[in-house]
């Protein structure tokens, strides 16, 4: 018998995202486009396009200089491809990924012949560190355009040698800002920084980077272009900025206290909980006081160190997490498309009406804003013209642009304009008739079919859907407060609302600038259900004698942004105590807060908004000097004796935390086996961004995987043996615990 073989035709090569074109001018003109993704990020092929580029740029004598573009509209480098960091296991592994870097960039920079950034677009972490490394940087003035090195926000630090030649531009103070923060620099910044040698439209930017690269050329008869000389000239700077930099960067002592600063507000913030800030801070100081290899030999090894770390894994999961979020339409049927939305009608001109107004009008959107009289509309509009003009203080909007925001803003006392909106928005009082009263105003005076959105926080949308003619139409869209700075919207859905509408919602919710999240309905959502018992916790915690500041600064420093009796004081002692009883008419003794509590309501104590609660506010706190501090009064309200300064607590701080934090998580599972979460990773997503659960411990369900379901449960089991029936374990919890699931499997 014969066998025949086919042969075997090989695959076609991949595309290079690099490639070179040489204009009649001389100048070579390097496009960077990743083949069939809609932005550009470094590949691990990157190293490898780029020495073939460089060779061929050095080795061509037609090419007198170059300027490196992108071949996406809208960005640049949007910094390097984070699943390449998945394949990782070892620190070693990533510290040699980072030394390749490292030379791969220093093609660039040993050039013989200029290299100019053209940047149109987001030049992100590794993106911004390529752009450094050119010989110079023109921008385009385009709002898309940004640069940023934010590599911290990720758990790790730029890792080829962006922190050094940043602080080479503008300094280490800048340096040391950009890099701890991961924040964006605008091309008027980095213009006046020095990092951009020029910013022009973008319609003439590759001429303007052509023109700036022959000139650094120096073609017509002057010496040779020398890279090192031209890194090391620096831009132009004003004499205050050269006078600040020789007093805290160019001598010792300065330096000294520049980075002793830097650590001491660096550890105020993280409490310890983030290594990437500490090694960013420590490449910087090396680089001031030993020099440019010096300080690459430490960050390669802490580049390889922080990117196995268990802090970075929390927060490129909660990255990747978020990015497939901005993909999901909040439906599972992907032929549901949402609705068109060109206007919204807000009802309530309170402080979360008035953000909602905000962000939509940041978003484009036409917003009519009703309230019962001009007084009340007077307030709203002013929270709305403050949001602006602070951006406009900090240059992030321009006058005119403030104006054609503001343009888009009307107000009025009565029903006059709901015809016009497409989507509704009321952020009354949390009362089931007033709400029922305005879902119907609504329907009688808005567009047939018109989408009817309730900012409740804890009343189930299906009753307030109960007063409508079409439930269909109804959803809820939960916003935090304040909403301008909160990224998260909860969205509702009742069983009778439409796919169309929570698509609806969603995008509108994005177009905002909002993480969003889908849950279905009931008492307390999710955000609000499991931001229940935490602060119950910390209620009961209050009760045993446990101090006021003694609880915030143990959950403080467990991760939390703020203590949940902080928390109770912003979101009202009142607004909790109205919710309560719908809590524990719902799920009974679980949500039961001591009877201590009823006593601070009797005593007028709403909180922040009339500066009584568990804080001092206003005058009584100013003097007391800076920071917090707690009223004393309240426990005489509470029948509690005042606890002496410096006892200890009479429960141990790591039961403070376990205490708060795992009555938060054990309620996540309830809310994952009730169906009100749609995935484990929503409920991440919405515990992180909604309640300021912290972000490195990754979310409820990050939190079990990582602690082990038997180990979670083993705890919670020993607080209901201490304290009854409100640490019932989750059934979801219990099932894990059983088989050894991951959630996140």
Same mark, same amino acid.
């Given at each position: 018998?014969?066998?025949?073989?086919d042969p075997v $035709?090989p695959?076609?090569?991949?595309?290079?995202?690099?490639s070179?074109?040489? %204009?009649?001018?001389?100048?070579?003109?390097?496009t960077y486009d990743?083949?069939g993704e809609?932005?550009n990020?470094?590949?691990? #092929?990157?190293?490898?396009?780029?020495e %073939?580029i460089?060779?061929q740029i050095a080795?061509? &004598?037609?090419?007198?200089?170059?300027?490196?573009v992108?071949g996406?509209?809208?960005?640049?480098?949007?910094?390097?491809? !984070?699943d390449?960091?998945?394949?990782?296991?070892? =620190?070693a592994q990533a510290?040699?990924m980072?030394?390749?870097?490292?030379?791969a !960039?220093?093609?660039?920079?040993?050039?013989?012949?200029?290299?100019v950034a053209a940047?149109?677009?987001a030049?992100?972490?590794?993106?911004?560190?390529?752009?450094?490394?050119?010989?110079?940087r023109v921008?385009s003035d385009?709002?898309?355009?940004v640069?940023?090195?934010?590599?911290?926000?990720?758990?790790l630090?730029?890792?080829i040698?962006g922190?050094?030649r940043?602080?080479?531009r503008?300094?280490?103070q800048?340096a040391l800002?950009h890099g701890?923060?991961?924040k964006?620099?605008?091309?008027s910044?980095?213009?006046?920084?020095?990092?951009?040698?020029?910013?022009?439209?973008a319609?003439i930017?590759k001429?303007?980077?052509?023109?700036?690269?022959?000139?650094?050329?120096?073609?017509?008869?002057?010496?040779?272009?020398?890279p090192?000389g031209?890194?090391?000239?620096?831009?132009k700077?004003?004499?205050a900025t050269l006078? $600040?930099?020789?007093?805290?960067?160019?001598n010792p002592?300065?330096r000294?206290?520049?980075?002793?600063?830097?650590?001491?507000? #660096?550890?105020e913030?993280t409490g310890?909980?983030?290594?990437? &800030?500490e %090694?960013?801070i420590?490449?910087?100081?090396?680089?001031a006081?030993?020099?440019?290899?010096?300080?690459?030999?430490?960050?390669?090894?802490?580049?390889?160190?922080l990117?196995?770390?268990?802090?970075?894994?929390?927060?490129?999961?909660?990255?990747f997490?978020?990015?497939a979020?901005?993909?999901?339409t909040?439906v599972?049927?992907?032929?549901?498309? &949402?609705?068109?939305?060109?206007?919204i009608?807000?009802?309530g001109?309170?402080?979360?009406? =008035?953000? !909602?107004?905000?962000?939509?009008?940041?978003?484009?959107?036409?917003?009519?804003?009703?309230?019962?009289?001009?007084?009340?509309?007077?307030?709203g509009l002013?929270?709305?013209?403050?949001?602006?003009?602070?951006?406009?203080?900090?240059?992030?909007?321009?006058p005119?642009?403030?104006?054609?925001k503001?343009?888009l803003l009307t107000?009025?006392?009565?029903s006059s304009?709901?015809?016009?909106?497409?989507?509704?928005?009321e952020a009354?009082f949390?009362?089931?008739?007033?709400k029922?009263a305005?879902v119907r105003?609504?329907e009688?005076?808005g567009?047939?079919?018109v989408?009817?959105?309730s900012? #409740?926080?804890?009343?189930?949308?299906?009753?307030?859907?109960?007063?409508?003619?079409?439930?269909?139409?109804?959803?809820?869209?939960?916003?935090?407060?304040p909403v301008h700075?909160?990224?998260?919207?909860?969205v509702i859905?009742?069983?009778a609302?439409?796919p169309?509408?929570v698509?609806?919602a969603v995008a509108?919710g994005?177009?905002?600038?909002?993480?969003? !999240?889908v849950v279905?309905?009931g008492?307390?959502?999710y955000t609000?259900?499991?931001l229940?018992?935490y602060?119950?916790?910390a209620s009961?915690l209050?009760a045993e004698?446990?101090?006021?500041e003694?609880?915030d600064?143990?959950?403080?420093?467990?991760?939390?942004?703020?203590?949940?009796?902080?928390l109770?004081?912003?979101?009202?002692?009142?607004?909790?105590?109205h919710i309560g009883?719908i809590?524990?008419e719902?799920?009974?003794?679980?949500?039961s807060?001591?009877p $201590?509590?009823?006593?601070?309501v009797s005593?007028?104590?709403?909180? %922040?908004?009339?500066?009584r609660?568990m804080?001092l506010?206003?005058?009584?706190?100013?003097?007391?000097?800076k920071?917090?501090?707690?009223?004393e009064?309240v426990y005489?309200?509470l029948?509690?004796?005042?606890?002496?300064?410096?006892?200890?607590?009479p429960v141990?701080v790591?039961e403070?935390?376990?205490?708060?934090?795992?009555?938060?998580v054990?309620?996540?599972?309830?809310?994952?086996?009730?169906?009100?979460?749609?995935?484990?990773?929503?409920?991440d997503?919405?515990?992180?961004?909604?309640l300021?659960?912290?972000?490195?411990?990754?979310g409820?369900f990050?939190?079990?995987?990582?602690?082990?379901?038997?180990e979670?449960?083993r705890?919670i089991?020993?607080?209901e043996?201490?304290f009854?029936k409100?640490?019932t374990?989750?059934?979801?919890?219990?099932e894990?615990?059983?088989?050894?699931?991951?959630?996140?499997?």
């Open positions: 018998m014969t066998t025949t073989i $035709t695959a076609p090569a991949a595309k290079s995202p690099v070179l074109e040489v %204009r009649p001018d001389g100048v070579g003109v390097v990743v083949p809609a932005v990020t470094l590949k691990p #092929t990157f190293a490898g396009d780029l %073939r460089m060779g080795s061509n &004598p037609l090419i007198k200089a170059a300027i490196l992108s996406k509209a809208d960005t640049w480098i949007a910094g390097a491809d !984070i390449m960091l998945k394949s990782v296991t070892t =620190a510290e040699a980072c030394r390749a870097g490292h030379e !960039i220093l093609r660039i920079v040993r050039s013989p012949k200029p290299i940047i149109h677009g030049a992100l972490g590794g993106g911004f560190e390529v752009a450094l490394a050119c010989h110079a921008l385009d709002r898309k355009t640069l940023g090195l934010p590599e911290v926000q990720l758990g630090l730029p890792g040698n922190l050094q940043l602080a080479e503008a300094g280490l800048a800002d701890l923060t991961g964006n620099m605008r091309p910044k980095a213009r006046q920084l020095g990092v951009a040698d020029d910013v022009v439209p319609p930017l001429e303007t980077a052509a023109a700036l690269a022959l000139k650094l050329a120096r073609v017509e008869g002057g010496p040779p272009f020398r090192a031209a890194a090391k000239k620096g831009p700077l004003d004499a006078l $600040t930099r020789a007093a805290l960067e160019q002592l300065g000294t206290v520049l980075f002793q600063q830097a650590q001491k507000k #660096t550890r913030k310890g909980h983030y290594p990437a &800030p %090694r960013i420590e490449v910087l100081k090396t680089y006081d030993r020099g440019f290899d010096a300080s690459r030999e430490v960050e390669a090894r802490a580049f390889g160190e990117v196995v770390s268990s802090t970075a894994h929390r927060l490129m999961e909660l990255f997490a978020t990015n979020m901005k993909k999901d909040g599972d049927d992907a032929s549901v498309q &949402p609705r068109k939305v060109e206007k009608a807000m009802i001109a309170g402080l979360m009406g =008035a953000g !909602i107004a905000y962000v939509s009008l940041n978003a484009g959107i036409a917003v009519r804003l009703r309230d019962r009289d001009d007084a009340s509309l007077g307030r002013k929270v709305v013209t403050d949001i602006l003009g602070d951006r406009v203080k900090k240059r992030q909007l321009t005119i642009e403030r104006d054609q503001l343009a107000t009025t006392t009565d304009g709901l015809r016009s909106a497409d989507l509704v928005i009354v949390e009362d089931l008739a007033v029922h305005v105003d609504i009688a005076n567009k047939d079919g989408i009817v959105a900012n #409740t926080s804890s009343i189930p949308i299906s009753r307030i859907a109960a007063a409508s003619r079409r439930p269909e139409n109804v959803v809820g869209m939960h916003y935090f407060s700075k909160m990224p998260l919207l909860e859905r009742t069983e609302t439409s169309e509408v698509a609806t509108v994005k177009r905002q600038g909002k993480t969003v !999240i279905n309905d008492v307390g959502f609000s259900r499991i229940g018992p602060m119950n916790e009961w209050l004698g446990v101090a006021i003694q609880v600064q143990a959950l403080v420093a467990w991760g939390w942004p703020v203590g949940p009796l902080a109770l004081d912003e979101v009202g002692i009142d607004v909790a105590a009883p809590m524990i719902a799920f009974g003794d679980r949500m807060p001591p $201590t509590m009823a006593k601070l005593d007028d104590r709403r909180g %922040r908004k009339n500066e609660g804080y506010y206003g005058a009584a706190a100013k003097k007391k000097g920071g917090k501090h707690p009223d009064s005489a309200v029948g509690l004796p005042l606890p002496k300064a410096k006892d200890k607590p141990a790591e403070i935390q376990m205490r708060c934090s795992l009555q938060l054990n309620e996540a599972l309830y809310c994952l086996g009730e169906g009100i979460l749609r995935s484990p990773r929503d409920g997503i919405g515990a992180i961004f909604g300021g659960f912290p972000p490195f411990r990754g409820p990050r939190y079990v995987d990582a602690l082990g379901a038997a979670v449960l705890r089991e020993v607080y043996r201490r009854g409100r640490w374990p989750a059934p979801a919890l219990v894990a615990a059983r088989t050894g699931k991951s959630f996140h499997d």
